[in-house]
């Protein structure tokens, strides 16, 4: 942790997620959670499956609104915030990389990278820029213009890394990115993440993946079991 | 954006083919005002013309404007009727054979036109027994 | 400015997604399009044409009614209209049909009264002897007659005829002479088996215009049977007989035009899984809820417009270039004689500008409503796969 005198980027306060309140199959996801994700560290979410996992990534990177509870991102409180605003935000501090990689299959790499810019007062110069340096960094280059659905694995998986890095964001969040990948693959995309955190980048992690987990760039762990922390490490 | 602007070009295109084509609407609609409209007034002056000649089948669509008020149902054999009826009845095949035509009337003879001496000269021609004739053959009751 | 250009460039990548089907879309549409606008551009310029050409109809015809039906007249009562002031002159017209069974065709017969035998719009001439006849255009194509040739016709009598044709009508007046054999008055008369004395009808020529329905109510106060008809009830008529027609026709398209909304309805309001899951991902990379309806409108301009204008373009060349040939078969219904259409191009701009209305809203409208769920929703319900 870096000093204690700056505030952390993403504070959440209390949190909870319950799915279908009130009905008869309510669900309680998260049950009051609190944390911070401070500047430039790499941060594992850990715990078995249907603990909540997704549910409070989501939250963190302003997806979905917490039931109750409060999620401030810099000084801003996000509960307060209108949709538009909550877009922007999201678009402008956090890139995802979902678990099931959300391609639009039949639309091309390139296309796909350039999503999140098409909303954007960008230039088309400034965009194709970006998008040029996302696919370069992810070296896909030579399949920019194939069809997402039509790539390999390994390939889509770096399509998916690069739409989240073409807004430059502060903070990455990566849903079990390594879930579908064999060995050779996980151990390419945590170099890559590894590099992106020495530039700077914050880093959330949600897995049970122990490779993940043991990686050296990891700073810190939060274990979570039915919706709550039940360990935090902090190596 | 590449898209968007051959889309917006290939849209004008169009609105502008579109735009010439109203124009020469225009133009043509103008020029046929100026050039054919009066000579077609004339004629329908000359001629007293005062319907369109485009469907002949029957007297209210030949002449719509001088039909009679009440009969929807005329002047077979031009016109099997667009009504219900039209669909089951059919027009009398005496009306529409040729042979039964000829063979009720003055058996096939030509006359010529109009030549008033001639004319006089078959008086049966326009006689009540003519009339009788083509009566009967039609299936009338009354001959005088 | 640059964002809305940067949402319709992505509308158009996601469109060339399913190039097929789309062009499909499309082209259903714009047949459609076509074909309402075709019957539309039709009706009105013909109707138009009528209004403009009877300005030189007789301001009032004259007809005796008995039983319910026209029959004809005493000539000597347009002598008594001829002494009302006002009137300019009164002539009787001999008119009527002749069915001829070789060609199933029915001709009207019309008898030219007094006047100039050369006039525009007539090759040769107007018959001036009992043995001539000037013949429209159809009639002339019937029959295989030109100027110098004959026609024969079988006469009231059931008596064949032959007349020598000395004019056939120009083209430019097919949808008033279409099928006319034009003779003189008396032979029209004999042929027609007019009784002595007797005319068809009355045209009634009245100096002014404000005139008109004075002289037609004196008409039937002073001959109780007869039916005077004012030109603007002929006007009239004619505003009202397209309706039945082009209503018809549409009738007969309305039947493509469902299959058409079906086809719109299913694609617009049966969002898919598939779309469902984009419009999720697009709102889980940043897209607010006001740019993903803002994507589906331009998907819905894209389409509607393309097939608009390709739809009004198509009408109006087969309209007002080709003469309406696929509308024709519809058209002629029973007749035989049908004039070849070459109507003059008019275009009504409000009917334009309805016809576009009617397009776009509705499909923009049946694309943008059904996402309109998917839109609103929060992003986080696409993140479980
Ligand atoms: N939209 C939803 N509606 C109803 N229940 C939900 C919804 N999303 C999540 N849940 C439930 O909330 C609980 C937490 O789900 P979550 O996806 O956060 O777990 P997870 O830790 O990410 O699991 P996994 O490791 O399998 O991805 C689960 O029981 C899940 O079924
Ligand atoms: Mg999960």
Redesign the pocket.
Known sequence: MTAAAESPLVRVEDVTKI??LGAP?E?R??RGISMTVSRGEVLVIE???????????TIIGCMSRPTSGQVLVGDRRVSRLSETALTSIRRETFGFIF?HLHLIPDLTVKDNVMLPLFPTRMTVPEMEDRVDRAIRSMRIDHRRSARAGRISGGEQQRTAIARALVNEPTIVIA??PTAHLDSELSAELLDILAELNRAGTTIIF?T?DPRVIEHPIVSRRLV?RD?IIVEKTSP | MSRARTFIVLGTLGLVVLGSLVGWTRYESRRWKRDDLPQLRALSSRLHLSDLALWTEARYTRHPSQADLFSAFQDSPGAPEHFPAGSIVSPSPVLTDPLSIVASGSGGRLRDAGSDGRRRAMPEERSPDVVAARGSSSGWAFTP | MRRHLKILDFALASLQRRPFKNWAIIAVYAFTVAVVASVLFLTQSIRREAAQLFVGAPELTVQRMVGGRHVPIDIGVGETIAAFPSVVGVEPRFWGYTYDAVTESTITIMGAGPGMATIDLVEGRLPTRPTESAIGAGVAAMWGAEVGGEVILVDAATTGVLYEVVGTFESPSDILTNDLVVMTAEEAALFLGLPEGKATDLAVRVANDNEIDTIAAKVKRAFPDSRPITRSEVLRTYDAVFHWRSGMMLAVFSGGLIAFVILAWDKATGLSAEERREIGILKAVGWDTGDVLELKMWEGVVISSTSLILGLITAMVHVFVLGAPLLTPMLRGWSVLFPELHPTPHVDPYLLFAIGFLTVVPYVAATVAPSWKAAVTDP??VV?G
């Open positions: 799915y279908h199959d669900v996801a998260v715990g078995p499956s249907g603990s909540g996992k997704t549910s409070l990534l678990q849903d079990e949600a049970h979570v919706g | 986080d319900e479980r």
